[in-house]
C-alpha cells in the first residue's frame, strides 16, 4: 500500500534565529503532536462508522523533517476524501460476493445485484464527493497554536538570558 501525502505544513519561518539557544526540537514535537491530534478530532467528526474513523486514524502518520511537517497517510480512502472524487461507473462492483445492500430515500434496506445489464443501463452511478479541508484547516489551527507556543518559548529564553 502506497503512502498519500496529504499535505505539508512549512514551520521555517516559524521558528526562532538560530541564535536563541532554545530547543526548537521539544516545539517541533510540539507541533507535530498537535497537529495530529487536531486532524484525528477532525475525522471523529465525520459521518464515517467508527470503525472507518478508527482506521483512518489509525493511518495518519506525521513526519518530522528539518523545516516541515508532512502529513501522510497510508489508507486507500484518504486520497478520496483530501482530493475529492470524479462521478463515476462503481465497476468494482461486479466482483461482489454478495448482493450489495442498500438504503433508499424511504429509509427500506434492500439488496442489489450489480449486473453487467445493469452496468450497461448505468445503474452503478457514484455521485463524486467534493473535497475536504479537514487536513488544512487543522493545519491552520496547528499554525496557530504554534506561533503562542513560540512567543511564550522566546519569552522565557529572553528572561533566562536577562537575569544571566
Do not use: C
Not at 511537517?69 to 497510508?74: G, M
Not at 465497476?91 to 460476493?97: I, M, P, T, V, Y
Not at 424511504?106 to 445489464?117: F, N
Amino acid at each position: 500500500m502506497s503512502k498519500f501525502v496529504a499535505t505539508r505544513m512549512y514551520l521555517k519561518p516559524l521558528l526562532p534565529a538560530k541564535k536563541f539557544k532554545g530547543d526548537t526540537d521539544a516545539l517541533l514535537r510540539r507541533a507535530r503532536k498537535d497537529l495530529l491530534r487536531r486532524i484525528k478530532a477532525r475525522i471523529t467528526q465525520t459521518a464515517f462508522s467508527p470503525r472507518a474513523k478508527k482506521a483512518l486514524a489509525k493511518a495518519l502518520n506525521i513526519e518530522l523533517k528539518p523545516s516541515s511537517l508532512v502529513i501522510t497517510a497510508n489508507h486507500p480512502a484518504f486520497a478520496p476524501l483530501v482530493k475529492g472524487q470524479r462521478a463515476g461507473q462503481m465497476k468494482w462492483l461486479r466482483k461482489a460476493q454478495r448482493p450489495i445492500p442498500i438504503i433508499t430515500d424511504e429509509g427500506k434496506l434492500i439488496y442489489r445485484w450489480a449486473s453487467a445489464r445493469s452496468m450497461k443501463n448505468k445503474k452503478w452511478i457514484h455521485p463524486g464527493r467534493p473535497p475536504s479541508d479537514f487536513v488544512t484547516r487543522a493545519k491552520e489551527e496547528s499554525r496557530v497554536f504554534l506561533k503562542s507556543k513560540i512567543k511564550e518559548e522566546l519569552k522565557r529564553q529572553m528572561r533566562s538570558a536577562l537575569k544571566k
